[in-house]
């Protein structure tokens, strides 16, 4: 199939749609999984004639279920930001104005928005869980307090202030903010090739974050006993677009700690890199 494929309720030419689909992968507020339905799951209409096919079984519910994730991921900032400005515990401590707090990137689960923290006067990145769910929220703050345990190894972001309430609306934690992008973008862009000297230089980067993590997991084991590291793929290494050194979330370390989030952790990134390949 050589159709330019986008959101099926488009219609337009195929150049009109290319600057659509380029509009909706750079636009932060929706998430990494929304932005592959995007390309895989729908088709061009060059007409409304053609819209007939939204008939056919599967394609309007399909739709109908895009458009509402779509909706839902866009309310996230503003419902983070009230948060922010209504919690007797946060007010004074980040910058809530447009111009300050923004959503730069987000996935199914969490968001990450970019801030200064008024009291240390430093620009920070905020990592905010999205989901409800009880175990979510408690593997999430599992993953939080690990993360912080990486912040002396200097290819991990390092993580300053956690807030994980327990009845709070939001979990979250801030982070360093590191100004670049992260590889899976610089790959994406159109003629831009990395050198070898550059792909060469952050292999290296991350294998001695990864080793690093073995000698610390071996150095301190009863906190740190039976780890794994996932997600080790290019949206989650960030490079600097100043120095070009290259930093890894400190958050894909999980414990194989006897619960099955251990497993399907694993097992369930897996089965979406498999779905992405089809």
Known sequence: DSRVKVIPVLVGNEGKMKEIIDFINDDPKIPEDIK??????????????????????????????????????????????????????????????????????????????????????????????????????????????????????????????LHLEEKSNFHFYSQQYIPGDNLRKILSRPNNRLTFNEIKEIILQVGEALVKTHKLVEHDRSELADYFFCNIKPSNIMRDKFTQEIFLSPFNLHLDDGCQFAYDSVVGELERKRAELR
């Open 36 to 161: 592959r339905l995007v390309v895989r799951k729908a088709t061009i209409f060059s007409n409304e004639s053609d819209l007939g096919n939204l008939e056919e079984p599967g394609v309007l519910s399909e739709v109908k279920a895009l458009v509402k994730k779509i909706k839902s991921a866009t309310r996230i900032e503003e419902r983070f930001k009230t948060f922010l400005e209504q919690n007797d515990d946060l007010k004074g401590k980040y910058a809530t104005d447009t111009n300050r707090l923004k959503l730069i990137a987000q996935g199914s689960s969490s968001a990450i928005f970019t801030t200064e923290d008024l009291k240390s006067h430093r620009q920070v990145a905020l990592k905010v869980l999205k989901s409800k769910d009880r175990d979510i929220i408690k593997q999430f703050d599992k993953g939080a307090k690990l993360a912080v345990k990486l912040s002396d190894i200097p290819q991990f972001m390092t993580v300053y202030d």
